[in-house]
């Protein structure tokens, strides 16, 4: 968790005289920023994100033409039958699997993420440090 990447080494420190937890701090701005959606917010941009790579775009026509052929092979087969063979055809597939999570870390390390949770977590740990004082 990036939130508590931050200097936790020391549990407790001083501050105008008095003790700060840090752990606690961080297992606070770690709650905070899960409940108020952060987490889901960059998970949802990331995705639409992914969505218009070059890659994925790749994927989704390979995986439509999975789907005709297994509409080709199969007459009378029903919407489940479809569902069910290709959640096995992508299971199977490693690369795909593998390129999808290569291009899901790649989002995720990009600077917008980074610069949106250092804002976020700047900003509730100044109000945790606040309302210590």
Do not use: P
Request: glycine share 2%; proline share 0%; with cysteine.
């Amino acid at each position: 968790m990036i939130v508590s990447q931050r200097n936790c080494h020391t549990e407790n420190k001083r501050m105008s005289g008095s003790l700060v937890d840090e752990r606690s701090i961080v297992a606070k701005v770690d709650m905070e920023l899960k409940k108020g959606g952060t987490f889901d917010k960059l998970r949802k941009k990331a995705t639409e994100h992914i969505k218009e790579s070059e890659l994925l775009q790749r994927i989704e026509k390979e995986t439509l033409q999975k789907v005709d052929e297994i509409m080709e092979s199969f007459s009378n087969i029903s919407k489940e039958e479809i569902q069910r063979k290709l959640r096995e055809y992508i299971s199977s597939n490693h690369q795909m699997r593998n390129d999808i999570n290569r291009q899901t870390r790649i989002e995720l390390d990009k600077s917008w993420v980074q610069d949106t949770l250092k804002e976020e977590i700047e900003e509730k740990v100044t109000k945790q440090l606040e309302d210590m004082v």
